[in-house]
């Protein structure tokens, strides 16, 4: 069975800087990859996907992630974090055999930026 | 923009009683499923549905759970008799096909 893993629990940075969350996934055939997000309160939203093609994709609100397919992993990043990215991310990941389409998710990283 | 509504938001009962959560998923999405989230663990995949059926369903889903599309909209998960262990953030997700979820804004369960 497939698992994913975030290594990151929580993690805290000030306004401006970088960010990079881990995602790895165990599973050796074809994947789609997902980063969802979740703001207090709110649903669970979709913040990219990966499917094929350019192994960088780009998402909404500046967020970035590279599938390494050698490393299974799907990283998030971020160039600049704001306050208003202050959520929990939650890395997803769909496998080609699946009948129902179930999505696995990691455990979530809880992401706190200081104004 | 289309979105999943989950209703209620937050659902308190006794041990023992029979629960609905129920979900309007996104009108012309085909796939629907349920996840739930124990506080501070992941979010789990309980079942996914498909053409007025199971098409699969995760050990987390006994006997206890049941799903049900009433009436052409509505997409309701039942837990018959609850257990202290349910309490959670249950996830309603409908997708168009095997491909991009779309997720409610969740029912918080509460077993006591």
């Known amino acids: 069975a497939q698992s994913v893993s975030q290594h990151n629990h929580h993690v805290i940075l000030s306004e401006a800087a970088s960010l990079e969350l881990g995602c790895n996934y165990s599973y050796g055939g074809t994947v789609n990859l997902f980063w969802y997000v979740q703001y207090p309160g709110q649903h669970l939203q979709l913040l990219l996907k990966?499917?094929?093609?350019?192994?960088l994709v780009k998402g909404i609100k500046g967020f970035e992630a590279e599938f390494i397919k050698s490393k299974f992993s799907f990283n998030l990043r971020k160039p600049s974090v704001q306050w208003s990215d202050t959520a929990e991310y939650f890395c997803a990941v769909w496998t080609s055999n699946n009948a129902g389409n179930m999505l696995t998710f990691g455990g979530g990283t809880r992401l706190m930026v200081k104004p | 923009e289309p979105e999943v509504t989950q209703t209620p938001s937050h659902q308190v009962t006794q041990m023992g009683q029979e629960v609905i959560l129920r979900c309007v998923p996104i009108?012309?999405?085909?796939?629907f499923y349920w996840y739930r989230q124990i506080l501070g663990q992941k979010v789990e995949f309980l079942v996914s549905f498909y053409n007025n059926e199971i098409s699969e369903k995760s050990e987390i889903f006994d006997d206890q759970f049941s799903v049900e599309r009433p009436d052409g909209s509505n997409f309701t998960l039942k837990i018959r008799s609850t257990k202290l262990e349910d309490s959670a953030m249950y996830f309603c997700?409908?997708?168009?096909?095997?491909?991009?979820?779309?997720f409610g804004a969740g029912t918080r369960l509460s077993v006591l």
């Open positions: 997700a409908s997708s168009e096909s095997k491909n991009i979820q779309y």
């Open positions: 009108s012309n999405h085909l796939y």
């Open positions: 990966y499917f094929s093609g350019d192994p």
